[in-house]
Structures are given as structure tokens and as C-alpha cells.
């Protein structure tokens, strides 16, 4: 309601981004929205259609997946896309690390107050932290292979962090993603102090390999290694956005970090449930988590989802 106020950053807990995204693009704002954008079916598809009045009204849109926006990445996924270990044919990616903040309940916060401040450990406000973290290597996963998957096939469980004050979130997932020219891109991400971290993407051809922002390997041929000075891309993903503006052709990344959240959410779901999940029957899927009304007050929230008794709605 504020013209003066051009752009605006979606920073809240991210089961409130599609419902501000397209508020701020329905008031005529450019928006910087953080990933992920959205932490069920129903608000994904919110993002893309947020995204395509974006288009009409000639607003901008950049999302916090800022590998998009970094030299290293750049370079060697264009070099990728245009051939240089052949056709892909298989791809892993990791998000292993250990457990992040918590938030205490204190006395006389409510359960939606609790559940809004410590929101990554409830799958409701935060997606659980395959959807909210392993987010970014998926999204590069897709952008290399120039879609989004077709099927999710997985496992995961809360074998360490098992406390109440965790919420009821999973620690760890596996997952194999199915594309639709065959590729299969296997997947981790692990929330559990004292284990081996990895944080990388890889990806090999019918020529040769690469980890995605620094070198490529090609089976008797020339290989390549990214040896500038990077930039800081939480930097130059604001940058480009702001560029794009005023050259009169503004940044619209809506689609693509709704891509790549929905990558998660059926990895997600398919461990949940114990089901492969299939990406059309999730975009048809009524889905959506979180409260019918915002009051601070009562939320129960659901136990630790059990494969093979929860069900994807």
C-alpha cells in the first residue's frame, strides 16, 4: 500500500512466501523472495502463477538460490549445457551437515508462537530441511539438466535429533530422482551433528565429469578448471535483479525456485510415506500445511510422519 516502495524481500518463514509473493506482485512490487519459496503443492503452484502475472506486469522476481548467480557455477554449467561431457547420464548431490539453531519454547508463548519462532522444525512453516536447505543443490541439479524430475523414489527417517524441541521434522533423506530423458540423480541431505560433512553437486557424461562450479573432466580430451576470482553471490543475486529493472527487462525467477522446491517436496513426501511420488500427481495435489487461521494460539502439531502409515494427500 506504500507506492514509495518499489521492492520488496520475502524473508518470513517460508510458508508465507507464496501468499506474500503474489500480494507483492498483485501491489505492483519488484520482490526478492528467499528460498525455498513455498512448503506444499498448493503454494507452489500459487509461486508460478504469482510468477507469470509477474510477466505481465513487467515486475521482477529473484529467489535466494544464488548458485544462479555465481561465476564459478555459471561458467561451468554453460560448458555444460552446451556439450562438453556429452549427454548426462547420472548425478548426485549432497547437503550433509550438522544440526542448525533451535529456538526453546518459553513459558507463556502459545503453540503457533512457539511453532513460528523455532518454524525449520516443523514441515508446516519451514518444509522440513529437504525442502528449505538441500534446496539449493537440487535446483542446480535441474538447472543442469534442464528440467525438473518426473518421479522421487525415497528414504529417511529421525534417528538423532528426536527431542520434542526439534518438532517432528526427519534428520536425514535418500532419494532417487527420476528425470525424463532417463537421467537418475540421486540425492542426500543429513541434519546430524558429529557425522562426515559434503555439500556438492556432481554429474557425469557419456564424454567425462564435472563438480558442477570448478572443473570438468573429459575422457581423452582437453580438461577445464575455473581459475578467477569468484564473486559473492548473495551479493549479485540483489545486482542482477536491480539491473535487470532499470535496463526495462527485470529478472523473473519465479518458476525455477518453484521447480526446485516442488524437486523437494516430492522427495519429502515419497520418504514421509514410503511411496515413490510422481511429480504430476503432486502438482494435482490439494495438499497444504499450516493453520486455517493465524492466531496465536492452540496447533497440535502432527507426530513424526511413519512410512507406510502416513499417506500424500
Known amino acids: 500500500a506504500m507506492p514509495e516502495v518499489n521492492y520488496v524481500i520475502?524473508?518470513?518463514?517460508?510458508?508465507?512466501?507464496?501468499?506474500?509473493?503474489?500480494?507483492?506482485?498483485?501491489?505492483?512490487?519488484?520482490?526478492?523472495v528467499e528460498k525455498p519459496v513455498a512448503v506444499d503443492p498448493t503454494g507452489v503452484r500459487l509461486?508460478?502463477?504469482?510468477?507469470?502475472?509477474?510477466?505481465?506486469?513487467?515486475?521482477?522476481?529473484?529467489?535466494?538460490?544464488?548458485?544462479?548467480?555465481?561465476?564459478?557455477?555459471?561458467?561451468?554449467?554453460?560448458?555444460?549445457?552446451?556439450?562438453?561431457?556429452?549427454?548426462?547420464?547420472?548425478?548426485?548431490?549432497?547437503?550433509?551437515?550438522?544440526?542448525?539453531?533451535v529456538i526453546d519454547r518459553e513459558p507463556g508463548w502459545t503453540d503457533l508462537e512457539w511453532q513460528l519462532r523455532n518454524w525449520n522444525y516443523f514441515t508446516w512453516a519451514g518444509g522440513d530441511h529437504i525442502v528449505e536447505q538441500h534446496v539449493h543443490n537440487l535446483d542446480i541439479m535441474n538447472w543442469i539438466i534442464g528440467t525438473h524430475p518426473i518421479k522421487a523414489t525415497a528414504l529417511g527417517g529421525r534417528q538423532a535429533r528426536t527431542d520434542k524441541r526439534c518438532g517432528h521434522i526427519?534428520?536425514?533423506?535418500?532419494?532417487?530422482?527420476?528425470?525424463?530423458?532417463?537421467?537418475?540423480?540421486?540425492?542426500?541431505?543429513r541434519q546430524i551433528n558429529g557425522c562426515e560433512g559434503k555439500v556438492e553437486e556432481y554429474v557425469i557424461g557419456t564424454k567425462g565429469d564435472s563438480n558442477c562450479h570448478g572443473w570438468i573432466r573429459v575422457k581423452g580430451g582437453e580438461n577445464w578448471r575455473f581459475r578467477q576470482a569468484d564473486n559473492n553471490?548473495?551479493?549479485?543475486?540483489?545486482?542482477?535483479?536491480?539491473?535487470?529493472?532499470?535496463?526495462?527487462?527485470?529478472?523473473?525467477?519465479?518458476?525455477?525456485?518453484?521447480?526446485?522446491?516442488?524437486?523437494?517436496?516430492?522427495?519429502r513426501e515419497s520418504a514421509y510415506s514410503g511411496q515413490s511420488v510422481e511429480w504430476d500427481a503432486a502438482m494435482n495435489s490439494n495438499l497444504r500445511l499450516g493453520p486455517e487461521k493465524y492466531e496465536l494460539g492452540s496447533l497440535p502439531f502432527p507426530e513424526v510422519a511413519i512410512p507406510g502409515k502416513y499417506k500424500f494427500a
Open 10 to 32: 520475502l524473508a518470513t518463514p517460508p510458508h508465507f512466501r507464496p501468499m506474500h509473493l503474489m500480494a507483492a506482485i498483485q501491489a505492483g512490487k519488484h520482490v526478492f
Open 170 to 189: 526427519y534428520d536425514h533423506f535418500a532419494v532417487e530422482f527420476e528425470y525424463p530423458n532417463g537421467v537418475r540423480m540421486f540425492s542426500q541431505c
Open 47 to 101: 509461486v508460478i502463477e504469482a510468477g507469470e502475472l509477474a510477466k505481465q506486469k513487467k515486475l521482477g522476481i529473484a529467489a535466494g538460490t544464488q548458485r544462479r548467480h555465481q561465476i564459478s557455477y555459471l561458467e561451468t554449467i554453460k560448458r555444460l549445457q552446451d556439450g562438453a561431457i556429452g549427454d548426462m547420464v547420472y548425478a548426485r548431490s549432497y547437503w550433509n551437515g550438522g544440526e542448525i539453531w
Open 233 to 267: 553471490p548473495y551479493r549479485q543475486e540483489h545486482e542482477d535483479l536491480i539491473a535487470s529493472i532499470r535496463a526495462g527487462a527485470p529478472l523473473n525467477e519465479a518458476r525455477n525456485v518453484a521447480e526446485s522446491t516442488m524437486t523437494g517436496i516430492i522427495g
